[in-house]
């Protein structure tokens, strides 16, 4: 591999983790106390989401695993739960990222708004089966209705700052690799 | 080329899975021993988060009161109209003021005369509020306070005016208050002036719910709820807030703290009421084998009755 890719490469993971720690910054900000009636978008979830169907292949699975698992040890969740469902769903995104690359976006968007609540469905199950208190329903739902229309314009910004861009069909990298 | 590439996925795939798998079952693993032995996994997240906010508060810190500065610039758009409010409510706090100097002269004459000592174990540290639960499915906050400042856990928290919540989870530097508004937070109350006994239920709502109530008839909105210190879990007496009926009629608790701008918390350092273990002490039976002989020169024990007077159960 080239050198100006593997930088891209690294530069991206960067800019992975840089704002994976920020949304988790920004959320921990004690601005008010008061229990509000709706939740606000699960951010990381949604950058997670946008970097395995543009460019899986800067972020390792491990890095996501860990970032989820530090998110839900300060979010007060049960550990390692909200991780795992986010590595599946990584997993699951990663592997249908080639299919996807020439399928118009609300296609994407489709997948990706199956995917998150499908998780979300999961998340609460698992939490009922483990005897574990669930949140409100009305919050979940809003939750999951604020995350998916979250992802267009992240996909947005994202095009915008970092170029993160699906592949083109038949693109390649320096080295003639097919990316 | 692509052939080329085509043979590594065929050689990494599998490992990638195996990869995977691992991963899974590591956070499944964890999320499991949380389950299991939840104590030791919240003892090791208290000790996680010490170590991380308390490295962003640098941070944080100017990045909230910037926040609340554009907050606070909004609202100097209604700057004429709240004046006159606040002109408003000063002239009736003024009229208040009078009739609060009044009565702590009374309550002062009063406890007086009764010779009362307040809990002189009452003392308190003052903590800053250094971050909320970070997800709208949690009500708590973080205090820049922690073991090395004598924090235990179960301690109530208060803001200037209203009980806010009690410490779960301490770590070195740091504590966690649970608000009274978790789903988690149940605090038993006593409603003035009727005296009911009942139960803040936090519901993730501004304002939590009476309940088991013993007698609802009795509880009007307006009345004050003060912590009842059943249970042992908080000292009696503080305030908590006023009852509200809510739309469908049930019975709620407007809190007294201000939960829009929790910044500085006290923390009320309590210690465990002396608990009575054993009943037989207080008031004995007479010991079958006699009186018990008295070591010389102490003073006759109310339990233990002396040689040759009656027996309790005589005296009439």
Redesign the interface.
Known sequence: MSDGAAHRRWMLQIAYLTLGLLV??V??????????????PDMFTVLTMVWMLRRPDAVP??LV?ML???AD?????????W??IL??LS?FLRRREEGLRDAPFPVEWGVVALAYVAGSILYRLIQTL?L??N??LG?TVT?MIMTIAAYPPSVLALNYLLGLRRAAPGEVDA????R | MAKNRDTNEQYFAPLRRLGLAVLLLLLAGIFLIWRIDSPRVERFRMAVIDRVVPSMDWAMTPVTASIEMFHDLQSYARLVEQNQQLRNELQQMKAWKEAALQLEQENARLLDLNNMRLDPQLTKISGEVMADSGSPFRQSVLLNVGARDGIVDGWATMDGIGLVGRIAGVGARTSRVILLTDTNSRVPVTVQPSGQRAMIVGDNTAAPPLEFVENLDLVRPGDRVVSSGDGGVFPAGLLVGQVAQDRNGRMRVRLAADYERLKFLKVLRSQPAEAITSTGDIVSPLAPEGPMPLPEGSAPATVAPAEGEPAPEAVQ
């Open positions: 988790i910054f959320q921990l900000l004690p601005l008010t106390s008061m229990p509000s009636r709706w939740a606000g699975l491990v695993a989820g698992l530090i040890l300060l979010f007060q969740r049960p550990p390692g739960l991780a795992a590595v599946g997993d483990f574990l208190p949140a409100p919050l939750q080295l003639g690799h097919k």
